[in-house]
């Protein structure tokens, strides 16, 4: 499967460790099947650090069966409490390889961060969540299977 990581640099040889720690699926390698949002993620990086943007493209293995892999169909309860715990800094990530769902941007983050904050119950956020529009994300967690299971193809810039 063809996959997307935008970035200011072009990156050949990814690094798990290099990573922030409270995002949805806490520290690792990010990336998406969706190319148009790899070049989103990019652009708004170069403009924040006032550098050029990238959009590096590799390939991931089709067989993921030898490592933990966990992966959310859809945002539901189990969903959002990973997210959450993830955003806290918590290392539940820590217990797999591969973590794949669906992305809290910034809109689906607002509402998120409305039960993450206690105004909201988990319900009224799940449900609010049904109205939004969905990307993906692939996290890997650690730099042994990144380097097994990911291959660079190429680079381009984004305008």
Known sequence: MIV????????ERPDAKHSKRYLDFGPG????????QAKKWAFRKG???????????YELKDNLEKYRVLSFDKENERWLD?????????????????????????DVFKTV???????W????????????????QICIVNQKTLDEVLEFKKSYEVR
């Open 47 to 57: 403009l924040r650090q006032e550098k050029l943007s990238f959009v590096n493209v």
């Open 121 to 136: 119950s988990k319900e009224k956020v799940l449900q609010e969540l049904r109205y939004y529009k969905m990307n993906d």
């Open 29 to 36: 390698f990010y990336l998406t099947s969706f190319e148009e």
């Open 4 to 11: 997307y990581h935008g970035a200011t640099q072009i990156i």
């Open 82 to 106: 990973f997210v959450c715990a993830c955003r806290r800094g918590e290392d539940i990530n820590q217990l797999y390889d591969i973590i794949i769902g669906n992305v809290a941007n910034d």
């Open 113 to 119: 961060d409305m039960y993450f904050r206690g105004i």
